[in-house]
């Protein structure tokens, strides 16, 4: 694969046939990824996890997908008990962790973080969240829980529901599913809506996108519900984000109206906004989504790290 010793950023860095690359790769790391099989490309490897804002899926999917594979990890889980608290800046960190580690996977508050990091590093740098902005391999496994469930991602009318503006997971996957042709539909309260930057760029490539506020019409005729959280810890003041608080929730009652086959995901955490009886219905595929994160981080560690310095 084409991926070998290559930065992920954004999605943008990756082409369509490198993401039909990525998932088909994905689909045969599945057996290796539940422990039916054993594989060791990175048996020699160092992983860096550098993680200076809270994770549960992404920093411990990704560690068991570098341990699936043999390889070995260093981990910053909590940026406070790091010399940043005696100032250290993080391109020196960075640079620092490039020399200890055969690649860095990193997750920041600040937008633009992860495209800093790739320029301190001279390892190749995974972005695994920088605020506001991407989420590139969120993208990746949100397609291969998709695909899993409709054998194609062409053509599917996906609704994102949420805080469109601040969600880093929807920013990554609009793209995506734009390459892939699919029919956008943007359900968010007024204050929440996808900022006009990523609205003109889906526009540019001739993206489909409807906005449709409503939730029980935009769900009518829809394959895939993709829910967010609000993400509280974005907004800079507290009354702005109270009054978003609770303005959507996905329960039984909403999805009468939906087809039988809607898949409901979500990259998870979630904070109210799908009731637990929803997790009982065939619509419920954000557990699945959240454990395929493990054979869609190994086929692309295996991809990126299996080999050469960045560039090589
Ligand atoms: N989906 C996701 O990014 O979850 P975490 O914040 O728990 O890593």
Not at 85 to 94: A, F
Not at 95 to 107: E, P
Not at 118 to 132: E, H, K, L, Y
Request: proline share 5%; with cysteine; aromatic share 6%.
């Amino acid at each position: 694969m084409s991926l070998h010793g290559r930065d992920l950023i954004s999605i943008r860095d990756l082409s369509l046939e490198e993401i039909e690359e990525v998932l088909a790769a994905s689909r045969k790391m599945i057996p290796y990824a539940e422990g039916s099989k054993v594989t060791h490309p990175l048996a020699d490897k160092i992983v860096a996890m550098a993680f200076f804002e809270p994770s549960t899926r992404t920093r411990l999917s990704f560690e068991a997908a570098v341990q699936r594979l043999g390889g070995t990890c260093i981990t910053i889980a909590d940026a406070s008990v790091t010399s940043m608290r005696k100032g250290e800046s993080l391109h020196d960190s960075i640079r620092m962790l490039s020399s200890y580690a055969d690649a860095i996977v990193i997750r920041h508050p600040n937008e633009g973080s992860a495209r800093l990091a790739a320029r301190a590093s001279d390892r190749p740098v995974i972005n695994a969240g920088d605020g506001a902005g991407q989420h590139p391999t969120q993208t990746l496994l949100d397609l291969a829980t998709m695909h899993e469930a409709f054998e194609t991602l062409r053509g599917l009318r996906v609704v994102l529901l949420g805080d469109l503006k601040y969600g880093r997971t929807v920013h990554s996957l609009a793209h995506a599913l734009t390459l892939f042709g699919c029919e956008l539909v943007l359900c968010a309260p007024p204050s929440l809506g996808l900022p006009d930057e990523y609205r003109s760029r889906l526009e540019h490539l001739g993206g489909k996108l409807t906005v449709e506020p409503d939730l029980g019409r935009a769900i009518r005729d829809a394959d895939v519900l993709y829910v967010t959280r609000i993400q509280k810890e974005r907004f800079g003041d507290e009354a702005e984000y109270r009054k978003v608080a609770g303005s959507y929730r996905v329960d039984a009652t909403v999805l009468k109206e939906a087809k039988p086959r809607l898949a409901v995901m979500h990259p998870l955490p979630r904070a109210g906004e799908i009731a637990p009886e929803v997790d009982e219905t065939p619509h419920a595929l954000y557990f699945r989504q959240a454990f395929l994160a493990v054979p869609v981080r190994m086929a692309l560690l295996d991809a990126i790290v299996g080999g050469a310095k960045k560039g090589g």
